[in-house]
């Protein structure tokens, strides 16, 4: 589990029930083109935030969280992205490479 980045209060994180199977949430080919199904990301425990300007150097910057049913924690991408499109992607990999995720 990658370690929990500590966000200000104005971050606030939405955590909602998962589905069980997320295996679709991942395109099934590897691709820059490839569409990622955020529907089935969100279902999957994945949530977007954007820092806002008390957030300092990740004011205006994406990056991911995740939480699962059963966890006493929150999972955070390991990296902060400028588009939301380039976090979702990087949560879309995350599922990919971490199969244990999508059971």
């Known amino acids: 589990m990658l370690p929990v980045r500590h966000h200000p209060p104005q971050v606030?994180?939405?955590?909602?029930?998962?589905?069980?199977?997320?295996?679709?949430?991942?395109?099934?080919?590897?691709g820059k083109d490839q569409a990622v199904d955020r529907d089935a990301l969100t279902r999957a425990g994945f949530r977007m935030h954007c820092g806002g300007r008390f957030d300092g150097a990740l004011c205006g910057r994406w990056w991911w969280t995740l939480c699962q049913p059963g966890w006493s924690g929150v999972e955070?991408?390991?990296?902060?992205?400028?588009?939301?499109?380039?976090?979702?992607?990087?949560?879309?990999?995350?599922?990919e490479n971490d199969p244990e995720l999508s059971q």
């Open 12 to 30: 606030q994180f939405i955590q909602e029930n998962a589905m069980s199977n997320m295996n679709d949430a991942v395109p099934a080919q590897s």
């Open 76 to 95: 955070t991408a390991a990296l902060d992205f400028k588009s939301e499109d380039e976090a979702w992607a990087d949560a879309a990999k995350h599922l």
